[in-house]
Protein backbone atom coordinates (compact mmCIF):
# COMPACT_ATOMS: atom_id res chain seq x y z
CA UNK A 1 0.00 0.00 0.00
CA UNK A 2 1.47 3.66 -0.47
CA UNK A 3 1.72 5.52 2.12
CA UNK A 4 4.44 7.76 0.92
CA UNK A 5 4.50 10.40 -1.67
CA UNK A 6 7.44 12.75 -2.64
CA UNK A 7 6.32 15.53 -5.48
CA UNK A 8 9.63 17.01 -6.54
CA UNK A 9 9.34 19.78 -9.19
CA UNK A 10 11.77 19.45 -12.10
CA UNK A 11 15.41 21.79 -11.78
CA UNK A 12 16.76 24.95 -13.69
CA UNK A 13 15.42 25.10 -17.64
CA UNK A 14 16.48 26.83 -20.44
CA UNK A 15 14.32 29.66 -20.78
CA UNK A 16 11.23 30.46 -22.16
CA UNK A 17 12.06 33.36 -24.48
CA UNK A 18 15.46 31.89 -26.31
CA UNK A 19 14.05 31.32 -29.41
CA UNK A 20 17.18 29.33 -30.12
CA UNK A 21 15.50 27.01 -28.07
CA UNK A 22 12.33 26.73 -29.14
CA UNK A 23 12.77 23.13 -29.98
CA UNK A 24 15.11 21.19 -27.40
CA UNK A 25 16.50 17.69 -27.95
CA UNK A 26 13.38 16.00 -28.74
CA UNK A 27 12.24 18.20 -31.45
CA UNK A 28 8.79 19.04 -30.00
CA UNK A 29 7.92 22.28 -29.53
CA UNK A 30 8.53 23.99 -26.01
CA UNK A 31 10.19 20.77 -24.30
CA UNK A 32 13.12 22.85 -23.02
CA UNK A 33 15.88 20.77 -21.71
CA UNK A 34 17.59 21.56 -18.26
CA UNK A 35 20.64 23.70 -18.06
CA UNK A 36 23.86 22.52 -16.44
CA UNK A 37 23.17 24.36 -13.40
CA UNK A 38 19.88 22.36 -13.52
CA UNK A 39 21.35 19.02 -14.24
CA UNK A 40 23.49 20.03 -10.64
CA UNK A 41 20.57 20.44 -9.06
CA UNK A 42 19.06 17.14 -10.14
CA UNK A 43 22.00 14.86 -8.74
CA UNK A 44 21.64 16.50 -5.74
CA UNK A 45 18.43 15.72 -5.48
CA UNK A 46 18.77 12.16 -6.43
CA UNK A 47 21.25 11.90 -4.17
CA UNK A 48 18.79 12.90 -1.38
CA UNK A 49 15.79 11.08 -2.49
CA UNK A 50 17.87 7.70 -2.55
CA UNK A 51 19.55 8.06 0.59
CA UNK A 52 17.88 5.97 3.61
CA UNK A 53 19.97 7.89 5.97
CA UNK A 54 18.89 11.48 4.90
CA UNK A 55 15.17 10.94 4.41
CA UNK A 56 14.48 8.94 7.51
CA UNK A 57 12.86 8.42 9.40
CA UNK A 58 11.00 7.99 6.34
CA UNK A 59 11.70 5.90 3.49
CA UNK A 60 13.24 7.03 0.01
CA UNK A 61 10.94 6.08 -3.02
CA UNK A 62 10.62 2.84 -4.45
CA UNK A 63 8.92 3.72 -7.46
CA UNK A 64 9.80 6.63 -9.90
CA UNK A 65 7.13 8.71 -12.37
CA UNK A 66 7.77 11.47 -14.06
CA UNK A 67 5.91 14.04 -16.73
CA UNK A 68 6.82 13.34 -20.23
CA UNK A 69 8.48 16.35 -20.56
CA UNK A 70 12.59 16.10 -20.80
CA UNK A 71 13.44 18.47 -17.87
CA UNK A 72 11.36 16.03 -15.76
CA UNK A 73 12.88 13.36 -17.06
CA UNK A 74 16.19 14.57 -17.05
CA UNK A 75 15.62 15.53 -12.86
CA UNK A 76 14.25 12.20 -12.64
CA UNK A 77 17.15 10.28 -13.76
CA UNK A 78 19.54 10.69 -11.24
CA UNK A 79 17.17 9.33 -8.13
CA UNK A 80 16.28 6.24 -10.51
CA UNK A 81 19.86 5.17 -11.55
CA UNK A 82 20.70 5.41 -7.61
CA UNK A 83 17.45 3.41 -6.60
CA UNK A 84 19.00 0.97 -9.30
CA UNK A 85 22.48 0.96 -8.30
CA UNK A 86 20.68 0.26 -5.13
CA UNK A 87 18.70 -2.83 -5.75
CA UNK A 88 15.36 -1.11 -6.27
CA UNK A 89 12.89 -0.45 -9.03
CA UNK A 90 14.13 2.61 -10.31
CA UNK A 91 12.60 2.33 -14.13
CA UNK A 92 11.18 5.97 -15.10
CA UNK A 93 7.36 5.26 -15.64
CA UNK A 94 6.46 8.17 -17.87
CA UNK A 95 2.71 9.54 -16.96
CA UNK A 96 1.15 12.51 -18.74
CA UNK A 97 -1.33 12.90 -16.10
CA UNK A 98 1.48 15.06 -14.35
CA UNK A 99 2.36 16.77 -17.61
CA UNK A 100 2.64 20.85 -18.03
CA UNK A 101 -0.25 22.93 -17.51
CA UNK A 102 -0.80 25.52 -20.33
CA UNK A 103 -4.13 27.98 -20.50
CA UNK A 104 -7.07 27.30 -22.78
CA UNK A 105 -6.19 27.93 -26.56
CA UNK A 106 -7.69 30.73 -28.26
CA UNK A 107 -9.81 29.86 -31.54
CA UNK A 108 -6.87 28.67 -34.42
CA UNK A 109 -4.41 28.54 -32.94
CA UNK A 110 -3.54 25.04 -32.55
CA UNK A 111 -2.96 22.51 -30.02
CA UNK A 112 -0.22 22.43 -26.98
CA UNK A 113 2.63 19.85 -27.18
CA UNK A 114 1.73 16.30 -26.23
CA UNK A 115 5.88 15.21 -25.64
CA UNK A 116 6.27 11.34 -26.11
CA UNK A 117 2.76 10.15 -26.73
CA UNK A 118 4.13 6.67 -26.79
CA UNK A 119 5.42 7.08 -23.63
CA UNK A 120 8.64 5.67 -23.07
CA UNK A 121 9.18 4.55 -26.74
CA UNK A 122 9.66 7.82 -27.64
CA UNK A 123 12.24 9.01 -24.82
CA UNK A 124 14.53 5.95 -24.88
CA UNK A 125 17.01 6.86 -27.41
CA UNK A 126 17.53 9.64 -24.48
CA UNK A 127 17.46 7.02 -21.46
CA UNK A 128 18.02 3.64 -22.78
CA UNK A 129 17.43 1.38 -20.36
CA UNK A 130 15.77 3.74 -17.94
CA UNK A 131 12.39 4.30 -18.52
CA UNK A 132 9.30 1.65 -18.02
CA UNK A 133 8.41 0.64 -21.02
CA UNK A 134 5.35 -1.46 -19.69
CA UNK A 135 4.02 1.65 -17.53
CA UNK A 136 0.86 3.21 -19.35
CA UNK A 137 -0.23 6.89 -18.39
CA UNK A 138 -3.06 7.57 -15.83
CA UNK A 139 -4.72 10.06 -17.49
CA UNK A 140 -3.74 12.29 -20.96
CA UNK A 141 -4.87 16.30 -20.29
CA UNK A 142 -6.40 17.88 -23.11
CA UNK A 143 -4.02 19.61 -25.97
CA UNK A 144 -7.05 22.37 -25.61
CA UNK A 145 -4.96 23.64 -22.30
CA UNK A 146 -6.79 24.11 -19.36
CA UNK A 147 -8.63 26.59 -17.06
CA UNK A 148 -7.38 26.32 -13.29
CA UNK A 149 -10.01 24.17 -11.83
CA UNK A 150 -9.41 21.88 -14.83
CA UNK A 151 -6.33 21.82 -13.11
CA UNK A 152 -7.20 20.59 -10.00
CA UNK A 153 -9.52 18.60 -11.52
CA UNK A 154 -7.01 16.53 -13.40
CA UNK A 155 -4.86 16.33 -10.24
CA UNK A 156 -8.05 14.98 -8.54
CA UNK A 157 -8.72 12.40 -10.79
CA UNK A 158 -4.78 11.56 -11.09
CA UNK A 159 -4.84 11.06 -7.21
CA UNK A 160 -7.88 8.96 -6.63
CA UNK A 161 -6.75 6.92 -9.54
CA UNK A 162 -2.56 6.02 -9.25
CA UNK A 163 -2.87 5.45 -5.81
CA UNK A 164 -4.73 2.45 -6.60
CA UNK A 165 -2.30 1.52 -9.00
CA UNK A 166 0.54 1.88 -7.49
CA UNK A 167 -1.29 0.06 -3.88
CA UNK A 168 -2.03 -2.77 -6.56
CA UNK A 169 2.16 -2.92 -7.34
CA UNK A 170 2.58 -3.13 -3.57
CA UNK A 171 4.83 0.10 -4.03
CA UNK A 172 5.17 2.24 -0.24
CA UNK A 173 6.46 5.19 -1.36
CA UNK A 174 6.74 6.63 -4.63
CA UNK A 175 8.23 9.92 -6.28
CA UNK A 176 6.31 11.92 -8.69
CA UNK A 177 8.35 14.75 -10.81
CA UNK A 178 6.31 17.38 -12.60
CA UNK A 179 5.72 20.96 -13.15
CA UNK A 180 5.16 23.78 -10.55
CA UNK A 181 1.28 24.28 -11.13
CA UNK A 182 0.94 20.52 -10.93
CA UNK A 183 3.46 20.47 -7.58
CA UNK A 184 1.15 22.91 -6.27
CA UNK A 185 -2.47 21.40 -7.58
CA UNK A 186 -0.98 17.70 -6.14
CA UNK A 187 -0.18 18.93 -2.70
CA UNK A 188 -3.61 21.13 -2.65
CA UNK A 189 -6.12 18.12 -3.80
CA UNK A 190 -4.12 15.33 -1.95
CA UNK A 191 -4.31 17.10 1.41
CA UNK A 192 -8.05 18.98 0.55
CA UNK A 193 -7.07 21.97 1.46
CA UNK A 194 -7.17 24.49 -2.07
CA UNK A 195 -5.89 26.88 -0.38
CA UNK A 196 -2.88 25.54 1.14
CA UNK A 197 0.44 27.48 0.51
CA UNK A 198 2.90 24.93 -1.47
CA UNK A 199 6.49 25.53 -2.71
CA UNK A 200 7.12 24.68 -6.23
CA UNK A 201 10.69 25.96 -5.92
CA UNK A 202 13.09 24.03 -8.48
CA UNK A 203 14.17 20.39 -7.57
CA UNK A 204 12.29 21.14 -3.94
CA UNK A 205 10.63 18.00 -2.54
CA UNK A 206 7.36 18.44 -1.03
CA UNK A 207 6.57 14.64 0.90
CA UNK A 208 2.85 13.55 1.81
CA UNK A 209 1.73 10.62 3.85
CA UNK A 210 -1.32 8.77 3.86
CA UNK A 211 -3.72 9.05 6.43
CA UNK A 212 -4.71 5.13 8.30
CA UNK A 213 -7.20 3.14 6.89
CA UNK A 214 -8.50 5.87 4.02
CA UNK A 215 -8.28 4.72 0.03
CA UNK A 216 -5.64 7.43 -0.83
CA UNK A 217 -7.18 9.50 -2.90
CA UNK A 218 -8.10 13.36 -2.73
CA UNK A 219 -8.19 14.82 1.20
CA UNK A 220 -6.57 11.34 2.61
CA UNK A 221 -3.09 12.67 2.55
CA UNK A 222 -1.14 14.39 5.50
CA UNK A 223 1.80 16.61 4.60
CA UNK A 224 5.12 16.36 6.62
CA UNK A 225 7.12 18.81 5.28
CA UNK A 226 6.88 21.59 2.29
CA UNK A 227 9.39 22.59 -0.65
CA UNK A 228 12.54 20.41 1.26
CA UNK A 229 15.52 22.14 -0.11
CA UNK A 230 18.46 21.65 2.03
CA UNK A 231 19.92 19.72 0.17
CA UNK A 232 20.36 22.01 -2.83
CA UNK A 233 23.32 24.04 -3.18
CA UNK A 234 21.57 27.21 -3.14
CA UNK A 235 18.39 26.29 -1.49
CA UNK A 236 15.35 27.16 -2.74
CA UNK A 237 15.20 29.28 -5.70
CA UNK A 238 12.30 29.93 -8.74
CA UNK A 239 9.39 29.58 -6.82
CA UNK A 240 6.13 29.85 -8.67
CA UNK A 241 2.49 30.33 -7.75
CA UNK A 242 -0.76 30.80 -8.69
CA UNK A 243 -0.80 34.24 -8.11
CA UNK A 244 2.14 35.05 -10.26
CA UNK A 245 -0.29 33.49 -13.27
CA UNK A 246 -3.51 35.45 -12.46
CA UNK A 247 -7.23 34.34 -12.81
CA UNK A 248 -7.27 32.60 -16.12
CA UNK A 249 -5.16 32.41 -18.91
CA UNK A 250 -4.91 31.67 -22.51
CA UNK A 251 -1.79 30.41 -24.68
CA UNK A 252 -1.75 30.24 -28.05
CA UNK A 253 -1.22 26.83 -29.50
CA UNK A 254 1.43 25.41 -31.58
CA UNK A 255 0.00 25.75 -34.94
CA UNK A 256 -1.92 28.18 -37.02
CA UNK A 257 -4.76 26.27 -38.64
CA UNK A 258 -4.89 28.26 -41.90
CA UNK A 259 -6.10 26.51 -45.01
CA UNK A 260 -3.49 25.20 -47.04
CA UNK A 261 -0.87 25.57 -44.38
CA UNK A 262 -1.55 22.27 -42.58
CA UNK A 263 -4.46 19.60 -42.28
CA UNK A 264 -7.47 20.94 -40.40
CA UNK A 265 -8.10 20.10 -37.01
CA UNK A 266 -10.25 17.30 -36.51
CA UNK A 267 -11.27 16.13 -32.61
CA UNK A 268 -9.08 13.42 -32.76
CA UNK A 269 -6.19 15.05 -33.11
CA UNK A 270 -6.76 15.74 -29.22
CA UNK A 271 -7.41 12.20 -28.44
CA UNK A 272 -7.09 10.66 -25.73
CA UNK A 273 -8.28 13.26 -22.82
CA UNK A 274 -9.00 12.05 -19.27
CA UNK A 275 -8.87 8.46 -17.70
CA UNK A 276 -6.62 6.30 -20.06
CA UNK A 277 -8.09 2.97 -21.07
CA UNK A 278 -8.58 0.30 -18.70
CA UNK A 279 -7.39 3.05 -15.98
CA UNK A 280 -11.23 3.54 -14.22
CA UNK A 281 -10.61 -0.26 -12.52
CA UNK A 282 -8.04 1.53 -10.33
CA UNK A 283 -10.26 5.45 -9.42
CA UNK A 284 -10.97 5.69 -5.68
CA UNK A 285 -13.84 7.28 -4.12
CA UNK A 286 -16.24 9.84 -6.27
CA UNK A 287 -15.97 10.21 -10.06
CA UNK A 288 -14.42 13.31 -10.72
CA UNK A 289 -15.32 15.06 -13.69
CA UNK A 290 -12.65 16.56 -16.05
CA UNK A 291 -14.24 18.39 -19.18
CA UNK A 292 -11.55 20.76 -19.97
CA UNK A 293 -13.19 23.28 -22.58
CA UNK A 294 -12.48 23.53 -26.42
CA UNK A 295 -10.49 26.42 -27.78
CA UNK A 296 -12.06 29.91 -26.32
CA UNK A 297 -13.81 32.32 -29.31
CA UNK A 298 -12.80 35.10 -27.37
CA UNK A 299 -9.74 36.47 -25.17
CA UNK A 300 -11.06 37.36 -21.95
CA UNK A 301 -9.54 39.87 -19.78
CA UNK A 302 -6.76 38.35 -17.77
CA UNK A 303 -5.48 39.06 -14.36
CA UNK A 304 -1.59 38.97 -13.90
CA UNK A 305 0.60 39.78 -10.74
Not at 74 to 90: D, E, F, I, M, V
Not at 119 to 124: H, S
Not at 133 to 159: C, I, K, M, N, Q
Amino acid sequence: MLEYLYVCRHGFRTNWTNSGMMKGPTGVIRDFPLTVYGHTQAAELGAFLSSPDRTAPHPPPERVISSPFIRCVATSAPTAAALTRAGKNGAIAIDHGVMEYYGTTPANTGLHPRPAPNGAADLDQFYPGMLDEEYGSTLYPSRHGERVRDVFARAELFADTWVGRMDEEGVRSAVVFSHAAIVIALGRVLTGDLSLQVSAACAATSLYRRKPGTLGGAGDWERVYDGRADYLPNGAERDWSWEQVGIETLDDGDTVWDEGDMQPYTPADDLPVGLAPGMDKYLRGRSVVYDPPKEATIRPPVSRL
